[in-house]
Nanobody
Framework: VQLQASGGGLVQPGGSLRLSCEAS????????VGWFRRAPGKEREFVAG???????SYADAVKDRFTISRDNAQNTVYLQMNSLNVEDTAVYYC????????????WGHGTQVTVSS
């Protein structure tokens, strides 16, 4: 059972990135998936989530800039990030939890996103 986060990198302010969270060993469509991030010197924070019925939620800081989606055929959840700014610099993690539960069961290794000119 594994979650693999990828797609991070270095981007200029105003740029875009798309992160991917691919599951192996289990069927992701039955799980809610969340993206989290941890910036240097800060606590981990929730960024966006999508449940198995495709309902989405976002942190205020990323609303209208980030979009979470899922491709069940690819067993993958995506995070499209637009209009990036330096405050978005962080390590981004994806996690999965069973529908209707609180605790995330599976966590991926993070992918670094750096926004800098």
């Amino acid at each position: 059972v594994q979650l693999q986060a990828s797609g991070g990198g270095l981007v200029q302010p105003g740029g875009s990135l798309r992160l991917s969270c691919e599951a192996s060993g289990f069927t992701l469509k039955y799980y809610a998936v969340g993206w989290f991030r941890r910036a240097p010197g800060k606590e981990r924070e929730f960024v966006a989530g999508i449940d198995k019925w495709w309902s989405t939620s976002y942190a205020d800081a990323v609303k209208d800039r980030f979009t979470i989606s899922r491709d069940n055929a690819q067993n993958t959840v995506y995070l499209q990030m637009n209009s990036l700014n330096v405050e978005d610099t962080a390590v981004y993690y994806c996690a999965a939890k069973r529908a209707g539960t609180t605790n995330y069961l599976y966590w991926g290794h993070g992918t670094q996103v750096t926004v800098s000119s």
